[in-house]
């Protein structure tokens, strides 16, 4: 479903992507994991292009995206993504939120964006906040909006980068929930987090990433209980 | 303080201030087209559109007004009739407020370019990766908040206009500076009309600050 080959991403003189090779196929959960600052964040927006590669070819459902003909506004709206900080649009309500892309780019009628709209709500268990803005929001509660304000245009592939670090705790599980009960559903993902568990549980693979290189591609099991790299096995001493 | 000539001339205090606040109206709405548009320019992808917008902004920021108002009215080739509206002849009044917009609209473009980088550009991000395009993203997601910051540093601007719209006077248009310069040079008292001035002045002002103050509240208790 989606093919990388020698991906590479400089800003400027820093190297931060130094060739990614990867295949990630339909139906997986792919869960990121690395230091701070060797290039998980980055290697995930250069997914949907939010960063233009240095160099190297992203394929997406058999298209090219990052040949200058593309226009990757069409495979954004395939690629949900979702951010630490959430980014809910703070001057609409939650319902409007969800409702505007698939207004604006599928051209649903008010009607069948907001009934989508409240499946998603419930989904989530937010139905009630439907009128809401999201400064009335909790983290928890904004990040699930946020996930479902990318559900709503019914992506085929969901990118996560660390969609619980900016959460208190106590808030860290209901987010992961929702997560959850979507991989069961068959969502594809890609996930940058630190939540181990997670990984654990509903990862099907897991990439170590070090210095801007793909370091262990395995199954989180294996990564956790046999780490081939030292680099692997240090890092993973420090945080489990 | 020697008040006298008041009631005789109190007529060219308000032909003055009405003057004053036709300019400053005019500026302000010409300034914030040719403001709009010079953002544009300096957001667009093309790098000369950025270059020019970005040099005009410069050259404006780092060239007295008063020069430039100079250079409009002498250096314009197009001669606007000489119809006297409410004692303003518009031969001169047109340049005046070419020219003074053509300044405040870079100032303006600056007020603009700001309200919407102060955006966190999360917000861009997380727009385009739903798909939309960044016209799309701009209508409906950026600047609907840049506006919030927008529109008091505009209001702000309208109150600058006010006061440097007395340099105007240079090239003859009898606006309240011009005015109160007449009423000096015809009593020869030299100060006590300046005080009519800056008290005309300030209630404009002063007045304006107020309303915009009100205006500006009840746009933030209405999110
Ligand atoms: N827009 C940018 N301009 C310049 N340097 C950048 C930019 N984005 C990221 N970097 C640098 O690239 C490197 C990799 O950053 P990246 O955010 O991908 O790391 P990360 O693995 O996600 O780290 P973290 O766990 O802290 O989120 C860092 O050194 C960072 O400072
Ligand atoms: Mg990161």
């Known amino acids: 479903m989606i093919e990388t080959k020698d991906l590479h991403k400089k800003f400027g003189k820093l190297h ?15 869960v990121v994991i690395g230091p701070s600052g060797s290039g998980k964040s980055t290697f995930l927006r250069c997914l949907n292009l939010l960063e233009h590669p240095s160099h190297g ?39 409007k939120n969800l409702t505007l892309a698939p207004m604006k780019l599928k051209k649903l009628s008010r009607e069948n964006a907001e009934a989508g709209a409240m499946r998603l709500l419930e989904r989530v268990g937010l139905t009630d906040k439907a009128q809401v803005f999201p400064a009335q929001l909790s983290g928890g509660q904004k990040q699930r909006i946020a996930i479902v304000r990318a559900l709503a245009m019914e992506p085929d592939v969901m990118l996560f980068d660390e969609p ?10 209901e987010v992961l929930d929702v997560m959850k009960k979507l991989a069961s559903d068959g969502m594809t993902m890609v996930v940058v987090t630190h939540e181990m568990g997670f990984a654990r549980e509903v990862g099907t693979r897991i990439l170590f990433m070090d210095e801007g290189q793909v370091l262990e591609d395995t199954t989180p099991d294996l990564l956790f209980t046999d780490p081939k790299t030292d680099r692997a096995k240090e890092f993973l001493a420090k945080i489990l | 303080m020697n008040f006298s000539f008041l009631p005789e001339y109190l007529p060219y205090f308000l032909t003055g201030t009405v003057s004053t606040v036709a300019i400053a109206f005019f500026t302000v709405i010409l300034g914030v087209f040719i403001g709009i548009f010079i953002a544009l320019m300096r957001l667009a992808k093309n790098p000369l ?6 040099a005009y902004v410069e050259v404006i920021r780092g060239t007295p007004v008063l020069v430039q108002i100079f250079i409009i009215y002498y250096g314009l080739p197009i001669h606007f009739p000489n119809t006297v ?20 609209g870079a100032y303006v473009a600056e ?12 917000q861009m991000e997380a727009a385009r990766s739903l798909g939309l395009t960044n016209a799309m993203a701009m209508r409906w997601i950026i600047l609907p908040q840049a506006i919030r910051n927008i529109l008091p540093a505009l209001g ?4 600058v206009v006010i006061k440097e719209s007395s340099v105007v006077m240079i090239i003859g248009i009898s606006e309240l500076m011009f005015n109160t310069n007449i009423v000096r040079g015809a009593t020869y008292i030299p100060l006590e009309p300046l005080y009519v001035a800056a008290a005309i002045y300030f209630l404009l002002t002063f007045t304006l600050s107020k309303v915009l103050g009100v205006a500006e ?6 999110d």
């Open chain 1, 57 to 95: 070819e992203i394929i997406f459902e058999g298209v090219n995206i990052t040949s200058r003909q593309n226009d990757i506004n069409q495979q954004r709206q395939k690629m949900g993504m979702v951010f630490q900080q959430f980014n809910l649009f703070p001057h609409l309500t939650v319902m």
């Open chain 1, 16 to 30: 931060v992507l130094k060739g990614i090779d990867l295949t990630i196929d339909k139906g997986e959960v792919v």
């Open chain 1, 164 to 173: 619980t670090s900016a959460l208190d705790p106590e808030m860290v599980g």
């Open chain 2, 85 to 104: 509206i409410f004692g303003m002849d518009l031969s001169r009044f047109i340049p005046g407020v070419i020219a003074l917009s053509i300044n405040s």
């Open chain 2, 111 to 122: 007020i603009i370019r700001a309200g919407i980088q102060a955006i966190d550009k999360g």
């Open chain 2, 217 to 222: 509240r009840r746009m933030r208790s209405s």
């Open chain 2, 49 to 54: 559109l950025r270059f020019l917008s970005s």
């Open chain 2, 156 to 159: 702000n601007e309208f109150v």
